[in-house]
């Protein structure tokens, strides 16, 4: 097996494997990612990065935050712009890369179902989180698989989805199809309905960008077929993604209730205790907005760490209205430097990143840190928007999908 897809299944399967709360592989081997990194030419962007921290951290000695939990929090913060760095390095190299998905897809695969064989046994533990999701779902089990939550692994699925899909799109057969369905199962499994959502709105508002120049009718009506099955399917029979849609639309379901409209409140108050430009500074959170956090949002256990699970939100309290500003001037610029719009697999990246920050995610998310790089790259040209016919039917399409081997 090669290093590469190694490091693969460890960040996607064992990251935080017998760690203490908070850590993770990846961040314990920030300094060898540092050095590789500037070994390749990075040592300007962890300057660049050194910089800006710097300049935060001025602005904020003013609000007297407590300095060993800021530094620490600067640290992590660090090391998932390192191992951004990384993946965006590593991901130029479109062989590999493939390989890597594809071999990713296949443990996906066999993971699922041993975990499903879990399920009733003992160590399910291990892998599923039992919860009360939504009114009608209390005590429902969802697949973590080695991960914090539920969610944190429908994002890893994420940049294996696209590439299956796209793959798949080029060309529509059976060994095609096969990844698209596993990883299908592996997000029900999950039952993220952001994840599932935002992957649904992106693939889908990728896909129709070109309908009319470069779709097929022949091969186009076959798939909206499909799509109308799935979704009467889904809307008019009783299961429980029908169960919290509805509870989405009735305004019942508290899981999205926590991840949108509560966290932008709570960020809103916890910036203002001090300047609402700068924020209250890196970490600081779960001390100067414990005590606002427990006393509005209840589901915190006494010796819990409170936090704020939106990146938006937590960058309005811990960077105020110009780290929240900033963070968008990056974005636009990512968009236009990378050529994100020439690339179906770099748009469906980034589109489905952008909409996700509104409702998730946090600012040290190794996650996040991997769809902005793989955004951010144009090393699969197999799936320029100029060059690839979807939906084509052609026995003479190069493959996309390396074999794992």
Same mark, same amino acid.
Request: net charge positive; with cysteine; glycine share 6%.
């Given at each position: 097996?090669?290093?590469?897809?190694?490091?693969?299944?460890?960040?996607?399967?064992?990251?935080?494997?017998?760690?203490?709360?908070?850590?993770?592989?990846?961040?314990?081997?920030?300094?060898?990612?540092?050095?590789?990194?500037?070994?390749?030419?990075?040592?300007?962007?962890?300057?660049?990065?050194?910089?800006?921290?710097?300049?935060?951290?001025?602005?904020?000695?003013?609000?007297?935050?407590?300095?060993?939990?800021?530094?620490?929090?600067?640290?992590?913060?660090?090391?998932?712009?390192?191992?951004?760095?990384?993946?965006?390095?590593?991901?130029?190299?479109?062989?590999?890369?493939?390989?890597?998905?594809?071999?990713?897809?296949?443990?996906?695969?066999?993971?699922?179902?041993?975990?499903?064989?879990?399920?009733?046994?003992?160590?399910?533990?291990?892998?599923?989180?039992?919860?009360?999701?939504?009114?009608?779902?209390?005590?429902?089990?969802?697949?973590?698989?080695?991960?914090?939550?539920?969610?944190?692994?429908?994002?890893?699925?994420?940049?294996?989805?696209?590439?299956?899909?796209?793959?798949?799109?080029?060309?529509?057969?059976?060994?095609?199809?096969?990844? /698209? !369905?596993?990883? #299908? =199962?592996?997000? &029900? @499994?999950?039952?993220?309905?952001?994840?599932?959502?935002?992957?649904? %709105?992106? +693939?889908?508002?990728?896909?129709?960008?070109?309908?009319?120049?470069?779709?097929?009718?022949?091969? /186009? !009506?076959?798939? #909206? =077929?499909?799509? &109308? @099955?799935?979704?009467?399917?889904?809307?008019?029979?009783?299961?429980? %993604?029908? +169960?919290?849609?509805?509870?989405?639309?009735?305004?019942?379901?508290?899981?999205?209730?926590?991840?949108?409209?509560?966290?932008?409140?709570?960020?809103?108050?916890?910036?203002?205790?001090?300047?609402?430009?700068?924020?209250?500074?890196?970490?600081?959170?779960?001390?100067?907005?414990?005590?606002?956090?427990?006393?509005?949002?209840?589901?915190?256990?006494?010796?819990?760490?409170?936090?704020?699970?939106?990146?938006?939100?937590?960058?309005?309290?811990?960077?105020?209205?110009?780290?929240?500003?900033?963070?968008?001037?990056?974005?636009?610029?990512?968009?236009?430097?990378?050529?994100?719009?020439?690339?179906?697999?770099?748009?469906?990246?980034?589109?489905?990143?952008?909409?996700?920050?509104?409702?998730?995610?946090?600012?040290?998310?190794?996650?996040?840190?991997?769809?902005?790089?793989?955004?951010?790259?144009?090393?699969?040209?197999?799936?320029?928007?100029?060059?690839?016919?979807?939906?084509?039917?052609?026995?003479?399409?190069?493959?996309?999908?390396?074999?794992?081997?």
């Amino acid at each position: 097996m090669s290093r590469a897809k190694i490091l693969a299944a460890l960040y996607f399967f064992g990251n935080t494997v017998g760690l203490p709360a908070g850590l993770t592989f990846t961040g314990l081997l920030s300094p060898f990612i540092a050095l590789w990194l500037a070994l390749r030419g990075y040592l300007k962007h962890m300057l660049l990065f050194a910089v800006c921290w710097v300049c935060f951290a001025i602005a904020h000695t003013g609000a007297r935050p407590d300095w060993a939990t800021y530094l620490s929090s600067s640290a992590l913060l660090f090391s998932t712009y390192l191992f951004g760095l990384f993946v965006f390095h590593f991901s130029k190299q479109a062989q590999t890369l493939s390989q890597v998905f594809t071999f990713l897809t296949r443990c996906v695969f066999i993971a699922s179902l041993i975990s499903i064989c879990l399920y009733l046994t003992p160590l399910r533990h291990w892998v599923w989180k039992t919860e009360d999701v939504t009114p009608g779902l209390e005590g429902f089990s969802r697949l973590t698989l080695f991960t914090y939550e539920p969610s944190y692994f429908a994002t890893l699925l994420v940049p294996l989805w696209f590439f299956a899909f796209w793959n798949w799109a080029a060309n529509p057969n059976r060994q095609r199809s096969t990844p /698209v !369905l596993i990883l #299908l =199962l592996a997000f &029900l @499994l999950a039952f993220s309905l952001g994840v599932i959502a935002i992957v649904a %709105l992106s +693939t889908a508002f990728c896909f129709l960008l070109d309908f009319r120049k470069r779709y097929p009718g022949k091969r /186009v !009506l076959p798939v #909206l =077929l499909l799509v &109308l @099955l799935v979704g009467a399917v889904v809307m008019f029979t009783e299961n429980p %993604l029908r +169960t919290r849609i509805d509870n989405v639309l009735k305004g019942e379901d508290h899981s999205g209730m926590n991840r949108t409209v509560v966290p932008y409140t709570l960020a809103i108050k916890i910036n203002e205790m001090e300047n609402p430009l700068w924020g209250v500074g890196f970490g600081q959170i779960k001390i100067k907005g414990d005590y606002v956090i427990r006393e509005q949002w209840p589901v915190w256990a006494p010796d819990e760490p409170v936090r704020i699970p939106n990146v938006l939100a937590e960058s309005i309290a811990c960077a105020g209205y110009i780290g929240f500003v900033l963070r968008f001037l990056l974005l636009i610029w990512l968009f236009f430097a990378s050529r994100v719009y020439r690339n179906y697999y770099q748009l469906s990246m980034f589109v489905f990143a952008f909409l996700y920050q509104f409702q998730g995610s946090f600012m040290t998310s190794l996650a996040e840190a991997t769809l902005w790089a793989l955004a951010a790259n144009p090393s699969l040209v197999s799936f320029n928007r100029g060059e690839m016919k979807l939906l084509s039917g052609s026995k003479n399409v190069k493959p996309l999908l390396e074999p794992a081997g």
